[in-house]
C-alpha cells in the first residue's frame, strides 16, 4: 500500500506539509524525511484545496507569533506552490467528510475532507496529526510519516 514505486497516490494533510513548507524545521523530522523520499521516487500526492488554506494560516500564525519572519514564511508560501500535489476538491468529498465527522462524534470537518478524499480514492491518508492518528487508527489507510518510511 505504501511503496514508493509511484503505483500509490498518497492523500496528505496540512499537519504533515506544514513540516514540510516551514522554515528552520529539523530535516530529520519525520515528516521532512518522508518529503525527501517522496522527491526522490518522484511520488504523486493529492489533498484537498483545504490543504493550501491550512498550510498558508499556518505560516502567518508562524509570524504572529514571531516563530519566523515574514520573508522566511514568504518563501514557504512559495514552496507550497511548487509541492507536487494535485489538488482534488468534490463536493461528494465534503458530504462524505459530513458523515465521518458526525459518526466520529463531531470531529472537526476539515480533518474529515482529507479522510474522505483518502478513502473514496482508495488511497492511505499521510498524516503527522497524532489525535488523528488516534481515533482513526483503527483504519489501516490512516498513517503515519513513519508508517511510510518503515513499510509498515
Not at 525527501?36 to 500564525?61: F, I, K, M
Not at 468529498?93 to 480514492?121: F, S
Not at 498524516?127 to 489507510?141: E, N, S, Y
Request: charged residues 25%; negative net charge.
Amino acid at each position: 500500500m505504501t511503496s514508493l514505486s509511484g503505483q500509490t497516490l498518497p492523500a496528505v494533510d496540512a499537519s504533515l506539509v506544514v513540516d514540510w513548507v516551514t522554515p528552520g524545521i529539523d530535516p530529520e523530522l519525520p515528516t521532512r524525511l518522508l518529503a525527501a523520499t517522496w522527491q526522490r521516487h518522484n511520488e504523486r500526492l493529492v489533498a484537498p484545496g483545504l490543504l493550501l488554506q491550512e498550510t498558508l494560516n499556518a505560516l502567518l500564525s508562524g509570524i504572529r507569533r514571531r516563530r519566523w519572519s515574514a520573508a522566511e514564511a514568504d518563501t514557504g508560501a512559495s514552496l507550497l506552490e511548487k509541492l507536487p500535489i494535485e489538488i482534488i476538491d468534490t463536493a461528494a468529498d465534503r458530504r462524505r467528510a459530513w458523515e465521518l465527522a458526525r459518526r466520529y462524534e463531531n470531529w472537526p470537518i476539515y480533518d474529515m475532507v482529507y479522510v474522505a478524499l483518502a478513502e473514496r480514492l482508495g488511497q492511505p491518508l499521510v498524516t503527522a496529526d497524532r489525535r488523528l492518528v488516534g481515533r482513526l487508527g483503527h483504519l489501516d489507510w490512516i498513517l503515519t510519516p513513519e508508517d511510510v518510511l518503515s513499510g509498515s
